[in-house]
């Protein structure tokens, strides 16, 4: 029988070894439970509706909800990368550090896609983790996740890589605002105990670098039952990156409708193993089609890294921004082609989205960062006690969309200056660029938030 921190090795080019032969897992925890912090959320829950609560004279009130779940830091000045579920729908957010410190937190920006969200505590030279390469762990090799489960502070269990590029059907929606969303999964699968609390924390390998941000547990109980997975640092810190500098992902699109290879496909394109992605089709004026790919090609490489299915096909061009040229190794006619792609945004350009563009707009509507204000009605003034505001009408990809903000949200005030309605929005806007913002609102039903964000 071996304890916990001393297991026999087996796999010595990723573990710490010591001269007794043991794998100790001391040095990894050390270097990252001091990176890992435990978030925790409050939101409102409004009733359901009940007739019979009306007739009585009965009135319902709005329920206060408490969660909690774990975050890594990720840079000195306080940026923290976590799960897009444990923030969702958080109307105010709080951070304890290892050493018990208490800091208010902020929601930079959020990735339904991914599971990932990146907030931010005001404060300097914390102690931020250092990543790790995804690509490079090996299915067999020891890691550690680090979290806070059940509210326990500060915990590490040690588990095996079990799988690589899991797709496990997590990410369908918005589940905020039903919305459809590009779905990223290729999990890095541990039989590390995690449990609720851990999601976003650190999965780090025997070096103390962060692999891995942990997700979702395979269970039918809601515990741990022997399988875990995380979010891969190849796409966590990539997404991370992007809303930090933008507020929002750049993601990169090739242009091709994707299927994993079949045993009759391999055979009938003469493939020695079952493996790759068949293209089995093109968009019209996309990337893959305008590099010279073909309808029928077989992708085995993107860069210098081999793909073996369609999971592992989306990590890899996750990395990439829109506008970045990769070569993509394909399988076509019995021999290997590299065909050089530059990789499209979602409008089908080979360039990066402008998000933050200032606000635009006459009249009664302005249009900013993918947000169209207009004019609260009547009803709303009177409901909510105001004189006026900006209304969100509408909302499409941008900032305010990735904050988590809300379609009928009304802002009230930027910077405690009084907005009272969408030219008011716009000029403010248009002399904070560069600047810290704080907008604070009301939604209809009378809920009061606060955003914050960088310009």
């Not at 790790?132 to 090799?141: A, E, L, R, T």
């Not at 004189?387 to 802002?411: H, P, Y």
């Amino acid at each position: 029988m071996y304890s916990a921190s001393q297991v026999p090795v087996y796999n010595a080019g990723y573990s710490s070894l010591p001269l007794d032969g043991t794998l100790d897992f001391t040095m990894a925890s050390e270097k990252t439970v001091n990176s890992v912090v435990h978030v925790k959320t409050q939101s409102t829950m409004q009733p359901v509706f009940n007739p019979w609560s009306d007739f009585f004279g009965y009135r319902q009130e709005p329920q206060v909800q408490m969660s909690s779940g774990s975050g890594v830091i990720i840079s000195t000045d306080g940026y923290i990368i976590t799960n897009n579920h444990v923030v969702e729908g958080a109307e105010k957010l709080s951070v304890t550090l290892n050493n018990n410190k208490n800091y208010e937190a902020t929601v930079i920006g959020r990735d339904p896609s991914t599971d990932i969200a990146v907030i931010k505590i005001d404060e300097k030279n914390l102690p931020a983790i250092l990543w790790g390469s995804s690509d490079d762990v090996k299915i067999g090799q020891w890691v550690i996740a680090v979290g806070n489960p059940f509210d326990l502070t500060s915990t590490v269990t040690a588990g095996i890589v079990s799988a690589k590029a899991r797709n496990i059907n997590l990410l369908g929606s918005d589940r905020r605002t039903n919305e459809e969303i590009f779905p990223i999964e290729s999990f890095i699968q541990t039989d590390a105990a995690v449990n609720p609390g851990n999601s976003g924390g650190a999965l780090v390998n025997t070096r103390g670098e962060l692999i891995g941000v942990n997700t979702a547990i395979a269970s039918r109980t809601g515990a741990f039952a022997g399988y875990s997975f995380a979010v891969p640092s190849s796409i966590a810190k990539k997404v991370a990156q992007d809303i930090i500098e933008f507020g929002h992902v750049q993601r990169a699109f090739i242009g091709v409708r994707i299927a994993d290879v079949t045993e009759d496909v391999a055979k009938e394109k003469g493939l020695k193993e079952v493996s790759g992605i068949l293209v089995a089709a093109l968009t019209d004026g996309g990337a893959a089609a305008e590099s010279g790919m073909r309808e029928g090609d077989v992708i085995m490489k993107v860069g210098d890294v081999m793909v073996k299915n369609v999971p592992q096909l989306q990590e890899q061009v996750s990395k990439y921004r829109p506008g970045d040229k990769v070569k993509v190794t394909v399988w076509r006619d019995g021999k290997m082609q590299v065909v050089d792609v530059t990789l499209r945004n979602r409008s089908g350009k080979a360039q990066l989205e402008d998000f933050d563009s200032v606000a635009s707009g006459s009249g009664e509507t302005v249009t900013s960062m993918g947000a169209t204000f207009g004019a609260p009605s009547a009803e709303d003034l009177d409901k909510l006690g105001i004189t006026g505001g900006a209304k969100v009408m509408d909302l499409q990809t941008g900032k305010f969309k990735s904050l988590g903000m809300q379609k009928g949200f009304i802002i009230t005030k930027i910077d405690g200056e009084t907005v009272r309605n969408a030219q008011d929005l716009k000029s403010l806007l248009q002399t904070r660029q560069g600047s810290y913002v704080e907008i604070k609102g009301f939604y209809t039903n009378g809920m009061e938030a606060m955003y914050g964000f960088r310009l």
